[in-house]
């Protein structure tokens, strides 16, 4: 006699990276107004790792050298990874870091692999502009064109960052954009009422 084996299909349920928008706006609020910016700023945030892309963004930044001023903020002061134009803030703390972010006009997230970044999540937050490699976690929350541009090598990192140089309308779009996307998918509120879902949906099951 022949045994059957099945299974209730179970319900799945996402729970999101959370970002603290009231926290992020009073740090944004501090920041230098773009009107006492002496020139386009460009960076990352994390630790100086080829995980995290290095090779690309010494790309970019060698190449659009003259075009911005660059900033990689975790790295050693003292790193010679760097090419020496690009400003190193050393580690610090994450209000710190946060503040050097907010100061930023284009955040670039170049990660060879990585889990969904708090950094990336972070900038957006932050109205940044972003240029991320292309890789599942930044596809997941990068619409390209949109929000930010997924870059599939060095050569594209570096063409979108340059299109974002010189188009301060398309750096606000996709900042504007960035932070729509975040408010909507990964506030602290959002990221709470999904949480109460999910209890109150195991609690339903549990009664039945």
Known sequence: MGT????????????????????IDAINGARTPESETNNIQVGT??????????????????RLQAE???IWV???????ELPDFVRRTGWVDNKIALSCVASMDIFVHPTRWDGLSYALLEAMSLHKP???S?????????????????????DEMEQYI??????????????????HYVEQNHSIDSVRQNYDTIYQNLANAIAR
């Not at 340059?162 to 932070?179: K, T």
């Open 68 to 70: 911005a001023n660059w």
């Open 74 to 80: 975790g790295a050693k002061t003292d790193s010679r």
């Open 162 to 179: 340059r299109a974002l140089i010189n188009d301060p309308e398309l750096r606000r779009q996709m900042g504007a954009a960035g932070r």
């Open 4 to 23: 059957t084996l099945g299974w209730r299909q179970a319900e799945g349920f996402l729970a999101r990276n959370a970002i603290d928008l009231a926290m």
């Open 45 to 62: 945030c994390g630790r100086l790792t080829n995980q995290h892309g290095l090779d690309w963004f010494v790309h970019a930044a060698t």
């Open 134 to 154: 292309d890789i599942p976690p930044n596809r997941a929350v990068v619409q390209h064109g949109i929000n930010g541009f997924v870059a599939k090598n060095a």
């Open 130 to 132: 972003v240029v991320v």
